[in-house]
């Protein structure tokens, strides 16, 4: 029988609670010691940290942080001693249930129940891979059809092939480094099919993993059907004309027995919409303002969670400042919040981050274009006031930008919302 | 040869509750499946309805099953543990024409003895359901919704555990009749039986046509559904029904919540050529959101989350107006031989009903003796998502698996992965660990539960990579280890 007591939850005090070990959740972790949070403790529902990094065993990673390159576990690894060494605590397959407003954490791992009270949280919960259904592929459902991400853990954490003549759908890094990871394992990979005029990875990831292996790429196409009742058999591809629909006639059948899926990330906030914050329908991540508190007070958001970046190394140095902010919440360093401005997305702005002001002084804003443009652009108003004009040498969906602006107390009290643009010229 | 006294062809719902209501009697039983595990044709693929017999013409075999089967399903749900929900049913029309619709299925069900049908206003719908307008609806409080699979797992894996032999990934190649005993040949070995049940569904012709020449032909109609997330589910609290179409004898798309909270939307009617075509088409599926949204306007495009297909058995053609009533009956050509022939909707309500009709027909043929010793197996409804803080702890205090979520999405947990892959049946596929513990059901679709129920199936059961299926016996997941590979 079970003794009574036994069925109380752990009960935990802490400085700081991070949800989430991946790249996001390391640097924030560190960042909070470093700016003096007492205890930091980082929960994670996998038995290993550092997120996807493991499974990145390709290059790259850190050359933009630190100038030097490492493989994902190389990049993890330096971040996990990091962290050790600060006395940060981590709790290894523990899920998070429940979140409330009041800094308290339900979370479940095999020693029982806990219940964690935080002065502040960071939420860096990364993101999942759109499937399937998220672009209703037709066709039959056999088994063969996996995201790139999950391939890629299969063959890189568990040594499992996950099939032999291989079809990748869509062209972003993830289905490009898989794509010459399957050949290195003799995979015969057909192709790449990518529904875009234009790859929507990394340049130099074309060359380097498909040019290099003769994969062939695919624009302007993508899977009209799926054949095969038990495993997959086959997939017919078709071009698309300028409003992405089939052009009939064009179709071709690929004999394959996999179709891996690269169509893109949705930030994972099920426990931001549980505790109330109010998510942007755009980046799919919560409205932040200059410190990246969410609309609940004293709860922070970082990495893809907060909205898909495009490097490791630009997510890790925003999320170390994510980290920093929380520390001094956590210490009672509570920043006066005076006025309070909207920042909205423009003409040509897909959608642009923090979301709110209510400090005055140096605010680092991110967005991203909608449209590729060769010159650009960039304007910030405060109602019909051109307070920022900035010329770029180009912008493109793919590449988030950044840049620093001053926001002055007077802006601030004007009520009227700072609107970013980007125009030709 | 092993001699049997019932052999059943096929475990979708009528097989296995076939099954169930004789492994209450003193009798050898087996049952033949050829998919990898049971409900894997029609049975699992449906909209869940307990249906409440509005629909079936006064006097027909559908409506007298269906009223029958009705009232059974709660002492079911009750014994069983599975999920019910007698949520109720809106017919809703959009004008005054519409309106003689309703008039005409409340006559039909008042004519089945269908309780408590009222025709409302669209004010009082308004209230029922703020997301959904129209002019006036027929309310129908004795319908309700069950999961399809969950149902007839539960009498597989009762009828399992009271010693019926279930042979998955046994396909029937041929039947020979002599004298006294079918003999049954398939890739699993050769068996005897006195009686024969051909519960074969889409496959009913086929094991007829073994015998003797079939009387009859199957006109598959494929429905297409689509699934929506969980975070939908309080768009609607009851099935909303359109008034029916005029062909095909189907009853129109349709919006259905599950008893897990997500929403389903179909199916779709369309008469195919193959009955395993189990395709989704995009034309379809932009088609039942757009009805959806005819429906429920504010329904939201980015909220599917899975579509399937199931096929209808029907025994009448799109020119016969798709239309015919069910048949139960023994052959007159082959004694012994009991057809369940055209088992479409409502056939997930009858089942039950017509598994009493078919053991009454048996007892002609075989003298039924009840079991003194019979078992009952509740669902393993023990679920992690669903316990108090209490339960929680003294589980993972009992077990420590108990503490391990394996799937995010719906807070699945290692030991519920573990109990529902120990299922008595022996059904070991994912879509196995899917469809009873709901691992890999949510939004995510198995994107990152996947790894940890191979891990399990490898540590605990001592599965080969190779040999992890995803639902039949050739969809295997793997092809093994990445250093093995040029072996293959």
């Given at each position: ?37 007492g ?45 050790e ?52 592929i ?111 006639g ?69 999320a ?71 010329k ?34 | ?21 004789l ?46 089967g009705?009232?059974?399903?709660q ?45 409302k ?38 009828a399992?555990?009271?010693n ?7 396909e ?55 699934v ?68 429920i ?71 039924l ?78 994107g ?37 590979l040029?072996?293959?």
């Open positions: 029988m079970v003794e009574q007591g036994s069925l109380k939850m752990i009960n935990l005090d802490v400085d700081v609670t991070v949800i989430g070990a991946g790249p996001a959740g390391l640097a924030a972790a560190i960042s909070a010691r470093e700016n003096g949070a205890e930091v403790i980082v929960l994670d529902r996998n038995s290993w940290l550092g997120g996807i990094l493991p499974q990145c065993i390709h290059d790259g990673f850190g050359v933009e942080e630190i100038g030097t390159s490492m493989t994902g576990p190389e990049y993890a690894d330096m971040y996990i001693k990091n962290a060494k600060l006395g940060v605590t981590f709790f290894y397959e523990t899920m998070v249930l429940q979140l409330f407003k009041n800094h308290e954490i339900i979370a479940v791992n095999k020693k029982g129940l806990h219940k964690i009270k935080a002065k502040s949280i960071v939420l860096a919960m990364g993101c999942r891979e759109k499937t399937r259904w998220d672009v209703l037709p066709g039959e459902r056999p088994s063969g059809i996996y995201t790139a991400g999950v391939a890629q853990g299969f063959i890189n954490l568990y040594n499992i092939m996950v099939g032999k003549n291989v079809v990748i759908l869509g062209s972003g890094d993830v289905g490009l480094i898989v794509a010459r990871r399957l050949r290195f394992e003799g995979a015969n990979v057909k192709g790449v099919i990518e529904i875009l005029p234009y790859a929507s990875g990394l340049p130099r990831n074309v060359v380097q993993c498909l040019d290099d292996y003769n994969i062939p790429l695919y624009l302007n196409h993508t899977v009209a059907y799926i054949k095969g009742r038990e495993r997959l058999e086959s997939i017919t591809i078709a071009q698309v004309d300028e409003k992405m629909e089939i052009i009939y064009t179709e071709k059948e690929i004999k394959c027995d996999t179709l891996l899926l690269s169509l893109g990330l949705i930030p994972e906030n099920e426990l931001s919409k549980q505790v109330g914050i109010e998510i942007d329908t755009i980046t799919g991540g919560p409205v932040v303002d200059q410190f990246f508190e969410t609309t609940v007070k004293g709860i922070f958001a970082c990495g893809n969670c907060l909205q898909v970046y495009d490097t490791v190394d630009i997510l890790s140095i925003g170390k400042q994510v980290g920093k902010n929380a520390a001094k919440y956590a210490v009672g360093e509570t920043h006066e919040k005076i006025g309070f401005v909207k920042v909205t997305a423009g003409k040509g702005i897909r959608y642009v981050l923090p979301q709110q002001i209510n400090k005055s002084g140096k605010v680092h804003f991110y967005l991203r274009v909608e449209q590729p443009k060769k010159t650009a652009v960039l304007r910030v108003f405060s109602g019909d006031v051109e307070l920022l004009k900035k770029l040498p180009w912008a493109n969906p793919a590449n988030m930008i950044e840049f620093d602006f001053n926001v002055s107390e007077k802006v601030l009290k004007s009520n009227k919302p700072l609107e970013v643009t980007i125009d030709d010229q | 040869m092993q001699n049997f006294h019932v052999a059943i062809v096929g475990a979708g719902v009528i097989g296995s509750s076939i099954a169930w209501e492994s209450k009697y003193k009798l050898d039983v087996i049952v033949f499946e050829k998919g990898s595990d049971v409900s894997s044709g029609t049975s699992k693929a449906n909209s869940g309805v307990i249906h409440s017999g509005i629909n079936s013409p006064p006097s027909s075999l559908k409506a007298r099953f269906c009223m029958e009705n009232k059974m399903l002492s079911l749900a009750d014994s069983f543990g599975f999920s019910l929900k007698w949520t109720g049913k809106l017919v809703i029309a959009k004008n005054e024409d519409e309106v003689k619709e309703l008039n005409r299925l409340k006559k039909v069900g008042n004519y089945n003895k269908v309780p408590g049908l009222e025709i206003d669209g004010k009082e719908i308004k209230i029922q359901e703020p997301n959904v307008t129209c002019y006036k609806a027929l309310w129908v409080p004795t319908a309700g919704i069950i999961s399809p699979y969950e149902f007839t797992i539960a009498f597989a894996e009762n399992a555990v009271n019926v032999n279930f042979l998955l990934e046994t029937v190649k041929d039947i020979q009749k002599n004298e006294n005993n079918f003999l049954i040949e398939t890739n699993n070995g050769k068996y005897q039986s006195k009686l024969l049940i051909n519960a074969a569904g889409l496959n009913c012709r086929d094991i007829v046509s073994m015998l003797q020449t079939p009387d009859f032909e199957i006109y598959p109609c494929r429905g297409e559904y689509i929506l997330d969980k975070t939908y589910s309080y768009l609607v609290n009851s099935m909303i029904y359109p008034v029916p179409p005029k062909e095909f004898g189907v009853l129109g798309v349709h919006i259905t919540p599950t008893v897990e909270g997500n929403i389903l939307l179909g199916p779709s009617a369309e008469f195919v050529d193959d009955s395993d075509d189990k395709r989704t088409t995009k034309k379809m599926m932009k088609n039942l959101l757009r009805k959806g949204k005819e429906i306007p504010i329904l939201p495009d980015k909220a599917v989350i899975n579509a399937y297909s199931g096929v209808r058995c029907k025994l009448a053609s799109p020119d016969e107006g798709g239309w015919a009533d069910y048949r139960i009956e023994e052959s007159k050509q082959t004694p012994n031989l009991i057809n369940l022939l055209g088992i479409e909707s409502p056939g997930l309500t009858a089942a039950p009903a017509i598994a009493k009709e078919v053991v009454k027909m048996i007892s002609n043929s075989i003298d003796k009840k079991k003194t010793v019979f078992k009952i197996l509740k669902a393993n409804k023990q679920r992690f998502s669903e316990m108090s803080s209490k339960k929680r702890s003294g589980l993972i205090k009992q077990d420590k698996r108990w503490g391990r979520v394996v799937c995010r999405c719906e807070h699945v947990t290692e030991a519920e992965v573990i109990n529902a892959l120990k299922n008595p049946l022996k059904a070991q596929t994912l879509s196995s660990v899917k469809y009873r513990c709901r691992a890999g059901m949510g939004r995510c679709q198995g990152f539960c996947t790894q940890h129920i191979v891990r399990i199936m490898e540590e605990d059961l001592k599965i080969d990579v190779k040999e992890i299926k995803l639902k039949s016996p050739k969809s295997n997941l793997f092809y093994g280890r990445t250093r093995k040029e072996n293959d």
